[in-house]
């Protein structure tokens, strides 16, 4: 049975609401610099709460999941492509910045899609 656009579409839709535990090492926002040709990643330091939540390890305060919030990151990776990024972040830096195979998982896909993003002149907005 072939799968279309829009079946896939739909599963990956229906995944992204499941719930996923956050990484303790941090998290990573992901953008493109077209001019430049490049793929960033900014890694970002937080805390895990008793909650499950993200929070900021200088002030305590939870670090809202879809409000901009003005921090200051780790660490700026840059690359290509999405296997440059992985090489930097998984293989080259030490201790790595990622603590959960599904975090690196995610990642993984999502600097794909931001590769194909790049090369193809689509939007990108990171899951």
């Known amino acids: 049975m072939d799968l279309l656009i829009d079946d896939l579409t739909a599963i990956d839709n229906k995944l992204s609401q499941r719930h996923i535990d956050l990484d303790p090492s941090g998290y990573f926002i992901i953008y493109l610099d077209r001019n430049e040709r490049l793929i960033y990643a900014k890694h970002f330091t937080n805390v895990i709460n008793d909650q499950g939540l993200a929070v900021d390890p200088e002030t305590?305060?939870?670090?809202?999941?879809?409000?901009?919030?003005?921090?200051?990151?780790?660490?700026?990776f840059s690359g290509r492509t999405a296997k440059e990024l992985c090489v930097n972040i998984f293989e080259e830096t030490q201790p790595c910045p990622v603590s959960l195979l599904d975090h690196a998982a995610y990642l993984g896909r999502e600097f794909v899609r931001a590769e194909v993003a790049l090369v193809t002149g689509q939007e990108y907005v990171q899951d």
């Open 60 to 76: 305590g305060k939870v670090i809202p999941a879809r409000e901009k919030v003005e921090r200051t990151h780790t660490t700026v």
